[in-house]
């Protein structure tokens, strides 16, 4: 059965990444969700999808250039609407309070850093942030993902245990995916939706990857994909795709 996973929470209805966007998905039939994970000039670990914090902050520049408090500083929600102001960006210790908290299955992206500090802090990232993932329930699924296969194989060498899934660009899973994937310690490949064709869907499978396919918000197309076959898609409209819970159903 296609798994449903919730790209950045529920980030059709509420700001993407926050808490604003998970706790909703616990009133849903939702077993996965998606977030990002950033770093600060000092060092620390920030849930946040873009280099800079331009499009869903108050605030502008890269994050790999700002403070953890200048980052904290943001807020997160106005952009969205003013009943989400003055929502804070998230950190690796919320993330962990609720996974445990809800018991969600996790896929984790690791983000690019930029800068001329990169190296630095792309290894500061995976150092602090291989404790946080050892702490989760062995019972939580766990997924890291990266557009970037050098951050994917930074990881994979200092957290063997875990899966690893390489995303791949609109237009970009060319004739030598396979070597990207085996480099990077790949279990599953994430594929844009342009290029979920059947053909490619069942290539991968074959070869014993899993393929979970992005960012689908067209209901018809997640039907498509379902009879195609494929393990997964990630969407903004998870609550529009999957049943709400029983109780909160009730209370709607």
């Known amino acids: 059965m296609t798994k449903i996973i919730a790209h950045r929470g529920l980030s059709a209805i ?4 926050t808490l604003r966007s998970f706790e909703p998905m616990l009133d ?6 998606e977030t990002d994970v950033s770093i600060t000039a000092d060092g620390q670990l920030i849930l946040l999808h873009d280099d800079k914090l331009d499009r869903t902050t108050d605030h502008a520049g890269e994050i790999t250039a700002m403070t953890y408090d200048e980052v904290m500083d943001a807020d997160a929600g106005s952009w969205f609407g003013p009943e989400f102001a003055k929502t804070q960006l998230l950190t690796m210790d919320d993330l962990l309070s609720f996974v445990d908290d809800s018991g969600m299955n996790l896929n984790l992206e690791l983000k690019g ?16 942030l291989v404790p946080y993932l050892r702490e989760i329930n062995d019972q939580v699924n766990l997924i890291i993902s990266s557009f970037n296969p050098v951050m994917l ?28 994937a085996d480099a990077c310690n790949a279990r599953y490949i994430h594929i844009d939706k342009a290029d979920a064709t059947p053909e490619n ?3 991968i499978q074959d070869r014993g990857f899993e393929v979970n396919v992005y960012t689908v918000n067209n209901l018809e197309t997640v039907e498509t994909l379902s009879d195609y076959g ?23």
Do not use: R
């Open 113 to 128: 850093v930029t800068g001329p500090n990169c190296s630095a802090l792309a290894d500061q990232l995976i150092a602090q």
């Open 153 to 180: 194989m930074k990881m994979h060498a200092a957290a063997p245990e875990l899966d690893y899934a390489v995303l791949y660009d609109e237009g970009q899973f060319l004739d030598d995916w396979q070597l990207i």
């Open 230 to 252: 494929v393990d997964g898609i990630f969407t903004d409209v998870a609550n529009e795709i999957v049943a709400p819970k029983v109780s909160a159903a009730i209370a709607v």
């Open 14 to 17: 509420a700001p993407e990444n």
């Open 28 to 33: 849903y039939n939702l077993d996965w969700f």
């Open 201 to 203: 869907i069942a290539k």
